[in-house]
């Protein structure tokens, strides 16, 4: 089992729709989470940290469920402009004490907006 | 905001050359990271640095050795390139607190012939 793991789509959603992106991990022990965008021959961006409560920017909601090792992103009223690949992030534990743990990428969601 | 940023945005070597890559941010950032992607098997972590002159293997270090000799500094070096090491190189750095995440220079793309 990979240890983040994502839909890699494509999605094609029309402007203006709704679009929800679903992401799981296997350590349990997992620290932190974040979605990052990636648009074409460019580097990976944040897009937003997940907490566990939940948390909105904007047209953008991050969804954490710790019980089944599950993330979600929701983009609302989706513009031309979100075409991207979204990445889901998570950091692993850190080893021998220390608090930086390794980040692992899933390999992505593919999103096109269409006109 | 937070600036890294990598020596070449596109290179071509040959098999069997040594190829230095460098990475540097501006931030004072403790961890350094190097990265490569490619289609079909996303990021993968080559190496990292949580401290100077300090290293730590990533999931594929085979071929690659780190540099990390001033704190905003972090140097990837492929001893004898192959062309199986064609691809995206992408560095990033973050701060030693968890829950803060990586930003990424704007990548390197290798060629090796």
């Known amino acids: 089992r990979k240890e983040v793991e994502q839909d890699p789509g494509p999605f094609n959603v029309p402007e203006g729709a709704t679009v929800a992106f679903n992401c799981t991990y296997s350590?349990?022990?997992?620290?932190?989470f974040f979605w990052y965008r990636q648009d074409c021959r460019k580097e990976p961006k944040l897009l937003m940290s997940?907490?566990?409560s939940g948390n909105e920017d904007g047209r953008f909601t991050a969804q954490l469920n710790r019980a089944s090792q599950y993330i979600s992103l929701l983009i609302r009223d989706s513009k031309l402009s979100d075409s991207a690949t979204y990445l889901c992030?998570?950091?692993?534990?850190?080893?021998?004490?220390?608090?930086?743990?390794?980040?692992?990428f899933g390999q992505g969601t593919i999103l096109t907006v269409h006109p | 905001d937070v600036k890294v940023t990598q020596s070449s945005r596109y290179l071509v070597k040959r098999t069997g050359e040594k190829v230095f890559l460098e990475c540097v941010q501006d931030?004072?950032?403790?961890?350094m990271f190097w990265y490569r992607q490619d289609p079909g098997l996303g990021l993968r972590l080559i190496y990292f640095?949580?401290?100077?002159?300090?290293?730590e293997k990533g999931d594929i270090p085979e071929g690659y050795s780190v540099s990390r000799e001033k704190k905003e500094r972090f140097s990837l070096i492929l001893e004898s390139a192959s062309t199986n090491q064609t691809s995206m190189y992408l560095c990033?750095?973050?701060?030693?607190?968890?829950?803060?995440?990586?930003?990424f220079g704007d990548g390197t793309r290798l060629s090796i012939l």
């Open positions: 990033a750095s973050s701060n030693r607190e968890s829950h803060q995440p990586q930003h």
């Open positions: 350590n349990s022990a997992s620290q932190s």
């Open positions: 997940v907490y566990s």
């Open positions: 992030v998570v950091r692993g534990p850190g080893a021998g004490g220390t608090s930086y743990g390794k980040l692992t």
């Open positions: 931030m004072d950032h403790e961890n």
């Open positions: 640095s949580y401290d100077v002159k300090m290293k």
